[in-house]
């Protein structure tokens, strides 16, 4: 993590793309969890996509040791387990459940997997950043988390993916790999542990979705979330560090929100903007 002036502000500038990005995708993956493309189908089109991309630079330019266990485990944590757990729990849960417990809490369970794998504190600016982003995640539950008897298994889910995610965070910080390490691997390695098993045993609704449905989920998952949030992410953590980057994550939740109000139609309330400005004013006081 770099102190430098320079180095922060291009830190916050990949975050700010990465959390844009992110937006997009909690609403794109609740889109196709109403249609006939079930979770399989999405892991699928995103890795079978980035591999098909990254595969011939890894054969010319970038050849990432892929036998290696710490990338294996990134692979598992942050590149399927993540991903089968978001997609699945978008059939379960409206799109700003998925805001709210993928992004708001992410903050949170990043500060403890810091402190409970390698004993990192928690610095005063980011515990003062975690007081309106607490308040402002519980605005957001409290407009969005309605109808749990219906949505909690996709909830457990979102949970459980964002977990993951931490550990995945924390664990590329606390390992050293570079940006294009991290995806080349993560992405390349997700690939061929998950295609063949969709392929011959996974259940699967691709085959009745309309091309365009397929096409959109394969550009946007494949190439905008897996390659390029990717890469920002990890330039992001580079320069910020898990918990700086944690803070700034968690404008995600108001984000995603108003979208899913303004696209997909999901309510309204006063609440979405009390959580709008109170997660903002948080990463705001995470990044000065």
């Known amino acids: 993590m770099s102190s430098h002036p320079a180095a922060l502000r291009s830190g916050y500038a990949f975050a700010a793309g990465t959390v844009m990005i992110w937006s997009g995708f909690v609403l794109l993956s609740r889109m196709a969890g109403k249609s006939s493309l079930n979770g399989n189908d999405l892991v699928a089109l995103r890795f079978a996509t ?14 990432v040791p892929l036998l290696d266990a710490r990338l294996l485990a990134l692979a598992l ?11 699945w729990s978008f059939h379960f849960a409206p799109a700003a459940h998925g805001a709210v417990l993928l992004s708001g809490v992410l903050p949170f369970f990043v500060a403890g997997v810091a402190w409970a794998l390698h004993g990192e504190p928690l610095r005063p600016q980011i515990r003062h950043a975690l007081v309106p982003i607490a308040a402002g995640v519980a605005c957001l539950a409290l407009h969005s988390l309605k109808g749990l008897g219906e949505s909690w298994p996709g909830d457990l889910m979102l949970l459980a993916a964002s977990l993951l995610w931490a550990v995945y965070t924390v664990l590329v910080r606390r390992w050293g790999f570079s940006p294009v390490e991290t995806t080349m691997g993560v992405t390349l390695l ?17 085959g009745h979705a309309p091309m365009s449905a397929i096409i959109t989920q394969a550009f946007y998952q494949g190439v905008i979330v897996a390659i390029v949030a990717m890469v920002l992410y990890m330039q992001a953590l580079s320069r910020l560090g898990p918990l700086r980057l944690g803070t700034a994550m968690a404008t995600v939740p108001a984000i995603a929100g108003t979208g899913a109000t303004l696209i997909l139609g999901e309510p309204f309330s006063l609440w979405l903007i009390a959580g709008l400005v109170l997660t ?4 705001w006081l995470g990044t000065r």
């Open 190 to 206: 997700s690939a061929a542990l998950f295609l063949p098993v969709y392929v011959f045993l996974l259940p699967k609704g691709i």
């Open 77 to 87: 944590a942050g590149g399927l387990g993540y991903t089968l757990l978001a997609y």
């Open 280 to 283: 903002s004013i948080g990463a």
């Open 50 to 63: 980035a591999a098909a991309i990254l595969f011939p630079f890894w054969v010319c330019k970038w050849r």
